[in-house]
């Protein structure tokens, strides 16, 4: 279970869209909430009150919770305050905004996730101010590959699951249809057999009594495409992978297929890149 979840916020509506998810989990499991806001130096004060309420609002709710003010590079000062603190999840929404910087793919998340300090929970703020997140996770896509390195959302995704109520998963994972109809060419069939009997491990550790889990293989010459199609059909509430955090050159980048999810997929995303 979640020990422990960084929040970080910059005083925008936006930013405070996941504090309704962070408020479910930290009550359904008892997490440790933390709070964390980077300011520019000025009104100190009123962003000291500004934390303050949220906790109080959320002490008041039965979640344990505190706060941090910061100073600073935003990006330098929430890698710093995780470093720190060693939360077991950061959540934060994707579109708020800080000055000159911005809570969003491409900035501050993108480059959270690409240290690797925790798992992160990625929430797509709505322009009218609403919660876009659901009360309860009722299905979860998990994207695989059959690696070791992919299954390391598996840890983070159990805790998740038992602290959102998680009904059902659904493991998908993308076969590319490279050679078809060449010599050594392995036929669909067989890729999905293959696949299959690889996941079924993974398909015991998630299974409970009231949760379901079903295995697709899907051929595409797009994993991302893969990916966001089986989460459409089986109305998915939220997607689950690893990163390898990096694209060419740049290491602050989200691998390609994460950034192609995260830019298409409007709902949460659960994504991690393993040190």
């Known amino acids: 279970m979640f020990r422990s979840v960084l929040v970080p916020l910059d005083g925008s509506p936006f930013s405070e869209q996941a504090l309704p998810l962070a408020q ?12 964390g806001h980077v300011h ?3 009104g100190r004060d009123q962003k000291e009150s500004y934390l303050e309420k949220l906790v109080e609002s959320l002490k008041e709710a039965g979640v344990d919770a505190d706060q941090t003010l910061m100073t600073g590079k935003v990006t330098k000062a929430i890698e710093d305050w995780a470093t720190r603190v060693k939360p077991d999840l950061i959540l934060m929404a994707t579109h708020g905004r800080s000055g000159v910087e911005r809570l969003r ?34 299905h979860v896509v998990v994207a695989l590959d059959q690696s070791s390195f992919a299954q390391s959302i598996l840890e983070p995704l159990a805790s998740l699951g038992k602290a959102a109520g998680v009904s059902a998963y659904t493991l998908v994972h993308v076969a590319e249809n490279k050679g078809a109809g060449r010599a050594g060419w392995t036929p669909l069939a067989a890729v999905q057999a293959r696949a299959l009997e690889n996941l079924d491990p993974i398909r015991a550790r998630l299974q409970e009594p009231d949760v379901s889990v079903d295995v697709q293989v899907v051929m595409s010459a797009d994993p991302s495409a893969g990916i966001l199609g089986v989460a459409e059909k089986v109305g998915a509430d939220i997607i689950a992978m690893t990163t390898h955090g990096m694209t060419g050159v740049r290491p602050t980048l989200l691998g390609s297929v994460a950034s192609k999810v995260l830019h298409d997929w409007h709902g949460p995303l659960l994504i991690h890149r393993p040190s």
Do not use: C, I, Q, Y
Request: proline share 6%; charged share 20%; glycine share 14%.
């Open 40 to 42: 520019d130096g000025d």
């Open 24 to 35: 479910m989990v930290g009550r359904v499991s008892g997490t440790k909430l933390h709070l």
């Open 105 to 138: 793919l491409g900035s501050v998340a993108e480059v959270l996730v690409s240290r690797g300090l925790a798992p992160m929970l990625l929430l797509h703020a709505s322009a009218d101010g609403e919660s876009p997140a659901p009360g309860k996770f009722n």
